[in-house]
């Protein structure tokens, strides 16, 4: 699902910040021709992701590495468990442990964060989403992620739809206004996706025809009587101070999407270690 291309610039930028001129640990310290074997192990439970991408960090790095994946993207994973072994250059592995492991312990912490979302909301009609609430250059990979959870993707970016967020509506007028406006505007193609903070901008934007509706930060009972009036006309979002703790009864009120920003700016990182368990000089 990712573009090779893409990868590889994320892994270029993050080895260049990494390392910048030299790496005066590793370069002062080991011989080119020094060949260790090393391994990456879980530290907790959860689902594996960016396995590739990670193995894919040393490519980069002069040195050949001859690599044996175990676990693939949306294994699932418990502490203590092999991940990959590696055995090649020591100066590759030092020199890329760290980006690697960068990408592979963040990816895996969000696809971690939405398979618990996904299992607590089961049964219910309610699909789990991402945002645009993504760290600057990482969207696709944190997106990606999102979907070896088991979530869906949200847009990727403003160019995938129409959205017409509180401060839109508040710039422009109205609800119904703006949504005139897009559609004399846009194509066929493009659907509308309206924000609500109350019930009379939810009767708005049903009024307008918009195909979904966002309810916005507003109480779970609050969001089963949304559902009630809209009546399926329409797709209902929920989105706002959406936890762990209460994700499930927000699932509970009927809503077809839960979209939650914490799946990728603020997940816990998985614990993930690379070990080094002999070397040949």
């Keep these: 699902m990712l573009d090779r291309i893409y990868i590889d610039n994320i892994i270029k930028t993050a080895l260049a910040e990494d390392i910048n001129y030299i ?9 080119d021709d020094h060949e260790s074997v090393a391994y990456l192990v879980a530290k907790d439970s959860g689902v594996l992701c960016g396995i590739d991408i990670a193995a894919r ?36 592995l030092l020199k890329g442990e760290r980006t690697a492991l960068n990408i592979l312990q963040h990816m ?24 645009r609430k993504t760290l600057p250059g990482l969207r696709a990979l944190q997106k990606y ?19 017409l967020k509180d401060n839109h509506i508040d710039a422009y007028g109205s609800i119904t206004a703006a949504v005139n406006a897009l559609r004399k505007k846009c194509g066929h ?50 989105s706002g101070n959406i936890t762990l703790a209460n994700i499930r009864e927000v699932a509970l009120t009927g809503v077809d ?25």
């Excluded at 790496?23 to 011989?31: A, K, P, Q, R, W």
């Excluded at 309206?194 to 916005?216: K, P, Q």
């Excluded at 920003?261 to 040949?280: P, W």
């Design 23 to 31: 790496d005066v640990t590793t370069d002062n310290l080991i011989d």
């Design 257 to 281: 999407i839960i979209s939650l920003g914490a799946l990728t700016h603020s997940v816990k990182c998985f614990d993930i270690s690379m070990r080094i368990k002999s070397s040949e000089v």
């Design 145 to 163: 992620a999102v979907t070896v959870g088991g979530g869906r993707n949200h847009r990727f970016n403003l160019s995938d739809g129409a959205m």
């Design 189 to 238: 193609m493009c659907k509308a996706e309206v924000e609500v903070r109350n019930f009379d901008e939810l009767n708005e934007a049903l009024e307008c025809g918009c195909e979904i509706i966002m309810l916005d930060n507003m109480t779970p009972d609050d969001m089963a009587l949304a559902v009630k009036l809209t009546n399926r006309r329409a797709k209902l979002e929920a």
């Design 108 to 131: 895996s912490g969000i696809a971690t964060a939405t398979r618990e979302c996904v299992k607590l909301t089961k049964g219910t009609n309610a699909v789990i989403t991402d945002t």
């Design 57 to 92: 960090v040393f490519d980069f790095l002069g040195g050949k590495l001859k690599k044996e994946i175990f676990l693939k993207d949306g294994s699932r994973v418990k502490s203590g468990d092999v991940i990959a072994n590696f055995k090649g250059s020591t100066k590759t």
